[in-house]
């Protein structure tokens, strides 16, 4: 005779590796939801369920809810008590449900309900008058409060995506042969007929998905404007040099010291200023956060000759972004120095050398250029950078400073 164990959902979560959960990311960055890997949901729970998620850091923090999502479109939900440490809700809910009874450890409670926080069928509201205990939550986010708190942020979060994009619009006015010519089709075609005040969270993750807008918007912060003001201004000043041709012409109405944070963000997404801090460097970072091993390595001896080995940052290194960054900074260092060297405290040597350029580029005369991304229809001008003659191409060379 065949015998069976039953395994709570409970029991199930707690056999899942960190890694196993995903975060969700809004325009602004990412969110406090994780999302179970598709693999792991499945062994672990079969077909049952078509998703999963925890509203708390698996690394770092006890989670204060799960949720999952059946085939069938009803939800159930796993709650750890505030008043009762240790002890868990159960949860099971279906659309157009007004009340239903949770249970504690598998038992059902007398004194307990959830119900729809006034009459929202998207917010519960579980309540427990023997512990005298409430807790409501979004049935899909899990966030406690009321579904619109989430909208309101989200509408917040399009707000600096909303004045970042107005500078192509800007672009159109001072340089419109630029705007024809190096924007996008699709992207110029949406700009020209959807007002930017009518731009949804679905018109930017859409752009985003065919990747013709970034995932996050440039890092810039308010003590780097000084520099930016600099940067801009040292640009304007070779309007009357034999350089001008050089120079993106959207400076050409601009004031500098009128400039928000917000709008050197859009300055430096459509390349007219360059990045603080490029993809690379930001995604190394990251996983210096995520892999213990690669922030071990990489200040040890030849530690980042191994780094470049490591199937993930090979990985990031495929990125079209990291790619492009990757030929500009050897490039730049080939022009500046007419050899590749630096320090090894500088991701540019690591970038630079001569192993990572035959790695990604190729060599001899199978080199071939990497295009920018597609929101940048300019290149930053430094004048005091050694310039190559480019004949009013987009391919005048950058440089990137990267830091680890």
Not at 71 to 91: H, I, M, N, W
Not at 154 to 159: C, D, H, Q
Not at 269 to 289: D, H, N, S, T, Y
């Amino acid at each position: 005779m065949e015998v069976t164990y039953a395994i709570s959902k409970r029991e199930a979560l707690e056999n899942i590796p960190p890694e196993a959960w995903m975060q969700s990311r809004t325009p602004q960055g990412p969110i406090s939801l994780w999302s179970l890997h598709p693999r792991w949901l499945a062994a672990c729970f079969g077909s049952e369920f078509q998703r999963a998620h925890r509203d708390t850091d698996p690394l770092h923090d006890l989670a204060g809810c799960f949720g999952f999502v059946r085939q069938d479109g009803t939800y159930a939900f796993l709650l750890f008590s505030k008043r009762a440490p240790l002890q868990t809700y159960e949860v099971e809910w279906a659309p157009g449900t007004s009340r239903a009874c949770p249970c504690m450890n598998g038992q059902p409670l007398q004194n307990a309900e959830v119900i729809p926080l006034e009459g929202n069928p998207q917010v519960l509201l579980l309540r427990n008058a023997e512990l005298g205990e409430q807790i409501q939550f979004h049935i899909e986010t899990l966030e406690s409060g009321l579904a619109p708190a989430r909208a309101a942020r989200e509408i917040a979060a399009l707000e600096p995506w909303k004045r970042v994009l107005w500078w192509y619009l800007a672009v159109r006015q001072a340089d419109p042969d630029t705007y024809m010519k190096k924007l996008h089709q699709a992207f110029r075609q949406f700009l020209e007929s959807v007002p930017l005040n009518g731009m949804t969270l679905e018109h930017l993750q859409y752009f985003q998905a065919q990747r013709l807008l970034p995932e996050t918007l440039p890092e810039v912060r308010q003590e780097n404007m000084t520099q930016i003001m600099a940067d801009i201004r040292a640009q304007q000043a070779c309007f009357n040099s034999p350089h001008a041709r050089l120079v993106p012409r959207v400076f050409m109405a601009v004031d500098a010291a009128r400039l928000s944070v917000v709008d050197a963000q859009g300055l430096v997404m459509i390349g007219a200023l360059k990045e603080l801090q490029g993809f690379v460097q930001r995604e190394l970072l990251k996983l210096g956060q995520t892999h213990p091993e690669i922030k071990r390595l990489w200040n040890t001896p030849n530690g980042r000759a191994q780094i470049m080995q490591h199937p993930t940052v090979i990985a990031l290194m495929q990125h079209p972004e990291a790619q492009y960054e990757m030929q500009e900074s050897t490039e730049k260092a080939m022009r500046q120095q007419g050899a590749m060297t630096g320090t090894m405290g500088d991701v540019d040597s690591l970038l630079a050398n001569k192993r990572a350029m035959e790695m990604y580029y190729g060599t001899g005369g199978n080199r071939q250029r990497i295009p920018p991304p597609p929101w940048k229809i300019y290149q930053a001008f430094d004048p005091n950078e050694p310039q190559q003659s480019q004949q009013g191409s987009f391919d005048i060379l950058g440089s990137l400073g990267l830091r680890f």
